[in-house]
């Protein structure tokens, strides 16, 4: 991102993290052998980029629960196995997860003060292997998709299962928002989960670079 946007090489991703979740939404293989493959093809995506104060994300942002869940799961339990780890650590997180402050701000506009559970601000389309099935989801429309929601133990659950399955979501608790340019305040620090690397903060100044880089995808040339 620090070289001149003309002068930007095409990326090759070949996964190999526990999940790659960006890799499964620019629908690539996995398998690395597999995705090696794809390099060969050439066809090229734009995707967007997410600016998070001084750093840059492709995949999400998270606060609260989806931070917490990544920063408490057992190395050991990781390794050994993968995404069910992650599974087993979001219910364990569960039961413990306490409401926090946020207040959103949107071009002056505050559209939401008070406290939730959780705040996910995606790019793509998986988080721990799990599609997040948004249905205006897309890694190059120049939006993030915003959620939030005050439900904890049982009623996050619900809504959960419920986006999951495709069963009808309303609920004053749980808030779904499209976004270009936002800034987050936390009344206390929290720990920000971008991409899963952690670090702390009060302030998130988050704005979308529509299609800053272009990657090697699976299609015809």
Known sequence: MQLDRKNRPKIGLIPGGTCNDFARALDLPVEPVEAARILKMSHAEPVDV???????????????LIADTSRQIDPLQKESLGSIGYFLATIRQFREADPFDVQIEQDGTIVHDGPVSFLYIGNGAYLGTVPTKLQTQSFNDGFVEVVHSSAIGFPMIRQLLAQQFGLEQASDEWVHLQMNNLIVRLRDTQIIDVDGEHFEANELQIAVLPRELTFLVAGEA
């Open 50 to 64: 997410m600016r998070v104060n001084d750093r840059y994300g492709l995949n999400f942002i998270g606060v609260g």
